[in-house]
């Protein structure tokens, strides 16, 4: 679950709940695309699976609210967070 923190303009709280892992198919279709689970599946420790979805919801629920201010609509599987080589951590996405 994703709540906005009281008092801040941009602040998120995300908290996964008891059932989260026994939903974890549906998240991954939902908010990934399929070079995001790909990378999802390569790792191999539940706490590092869990950094990766969370930090990813999290960015691609603020990119949406960004782009949704600004008049433009974006899906969860049209935000795609990459990184280049040099470990940069960037959102691309092919509408705008």
């Given at each position: ?21 026994s939903l ?17 599946k390569n ?49 691309f996405c092919?509408?705008?």
């Amino acid at each position: 679950m994703i709540r906005k923190i009281k008092g801040a303009d941009f602040g998120y709280f995300l908290k996964f709940s008891p059932c989260f892992f026994s939903l974890l198919p549906a998240y991954l279709f939902i908010f990934f695309t399929e070079k995001e689970r790909r990378e999802f599946k390569n790792f191999r420790s539940k706490r590092r699976k869990i950094q990766f979805i969370g930090g990813r919801i999290v960015a691609k629920f603020a990119l949406r609210k960004y782009l949704k201010k600004r008049g433009m609509e974006a899906g969860y599987k049209e935000i795609e967070i990459r990184k280049r080589e040099s470990g940069e951590v960037y959102a691309f996405c092919e509408k705008g």
